[in-house]
């Protein structure tokens, strides 16, 4: 028995080096315990319950112990019962006879990543308790002095003025987001700069990147961009604003907001007329990144993944639009549809759905729409096509 566990072990440990190369793996120690008559009897049953148990606690920490008991089923079901998609490694120790039990010490190593995608392609990352958290990581350059200010790699301006203009954006957006549910963390206030990894204190950042910062601190919303000073074109002694802010989801890194604005100031000293025209424009373009942010989260797209369902088959307009209310009415997740290519014999949709294409392309299948024959043609990881025959 002993041999076979160990040859199982070895196989798996193959199958899954290659896809969990690039991830970084946290291992977990635990003990089991379980009533059996042999102790392969009782190996087997303790590796279950352990790798269950720790499943389940990995989940409620990511979505918290409201989320999951409102989504117990789906959560037990979809998740903590495939668990070796992001628990790939599992190490049994020996099990030892203690009274009428048995007990064994179980290692694991753990993808937070996988978790986190398989989270977020059942619909639960942002089913959390308490308001969606934004952290804000603009960088501030002042290219007429050569200085620039960025609070994740403390940069340190001897004057302050980067850092008070950095306090004066973070303020208008903690305003403006805070007045419709959002909770925006204040980096200068909360001293957040100590507490980042040296890994990631850097200007570029990669899909994964923005992905850690959301899992560091816990937050469904990074806001990324600049805001550059330098002496205007148009207005002598005067200067120019160049703004651009962007709210990326770190789930699915998907944008959910954009502003890009530039301002000149009047002529004058370089800190008093910057200071007089910041004012105003942080002002506007929070409210507008504000609204577009806010937009997303009552269409109920914060959070979903955007797909593309091309629907294949001889529809009019008529039955199309039938087609699309029929869909959305039974499929709740998605959030919204928009035409996005017509050609002959085929529509391609653009939609928000709160999982992914694997996950609809399921729903599809068992769904009985009213009035059509809906079979699915093939799926990839961003477009489902379905074939359709009106009846």
């Known amino acids: ?34 009533k059996a008559e042999s102790a392969p009897e009782a190996s087997k049953n303790i590796l279950a319950s352990v790798t269950a148990k720790v499943a389940r606690e990995q989940i409620i920490e990511l979505i918290g112990e409201k989320a999951y008991n409102k989504n117990k089923n789906l959560v037990e079901n979809r998740i903590v019962r495939e668990s070796f998609k992001f628990i790939p490694f599992v190490t049994p120790g020996s099990p030892e006879r203690v009274g009428a039990e048995w007990k064994m010490k179980v290692t694991m190593r753990i993808s937070p990543q996988s978790l986190r995608e398989m989270v977020n392609a059942n619909g639960l990352l942002f089913d959390t308790e308490g308001p969606a958290a934004v ?47 959002f909770y925006v963390v204040r980096p200068h206030s909360s001293l957040l700069a100590s507490t980042v990894p040296e890994t990631y204190r850097n200007d570029r950042f990669r899909p994964d990147d923005i992905r850690f910062w959301g899992q560091f601190y816990n937050a469904q919303i990074i806001l990324r961009g600049d805001v550059r000073v330098r002496e205007s074109t148009a207005i002598s002694g005067g200067y120019q604003l160049a703004i651009k802010l962007s709210a990326i989801q770190t789930a699915n890194n998907r944008t959910v907001g954009e502003v890009v604005r530039n301002y000149d100031t009047e002529s004058g000293n370089q800190d008093v007329v910057v200071r007089a025209k910041l004012n105003t424009a942080f002002a506007e373009v929070a409210k507008d990144l504000g609204i577009q942010v806010v937009e997303a989260w009552q269409r109920g797209t914060l959070g979903s993944n955007r797909l593309r369902l091309a629907v294949r088959g001889k529809l009019g307009p008529k039955q199309l639009n039938e087609l699309k209310s029929q869909l959305t009415k039974s499929v709740r997740e998605i959030k919204g549809v928009r035409e996005r290519l017509i050609e002959v014999g085929s529509v391609t949709y653009e939609i928000d759905y709160s999982g992914g294409a694997q996950q609809l392309s399921e729903r599809l299948k068992s769904l009985n729409v009213p009035g059509f024959n809906v079979k699915v043609a093939d799926v990839s990881e961003t477009q489902i096509a379905i074939e359709v025959r009106a009846n």
């Open 1 to 34: 028995m002993k041999k076979t566990m160990s040859a199982v072990i070895i196989m798996l440990t193959t199958v899954f080096t290659v896809a969990f190369a690039q991830d970084e793996l946290v291992t977990i120690e635990t003990d089991g315990t379980a």
């Open 135 to 181: 952290v804000p990581m603009i960088a501030i350059h002042d290219r007429v002095r050569g200085q620039q200010y960025r609070w994740w790699m403390n940069d340190v301006d001897e004057k302050k003025t980067l850092q008070n203009v950095g306090q004066s954006l973070h303020q208008q957006l903690f305003k403006e987001l805070n007045r419709h549910g």
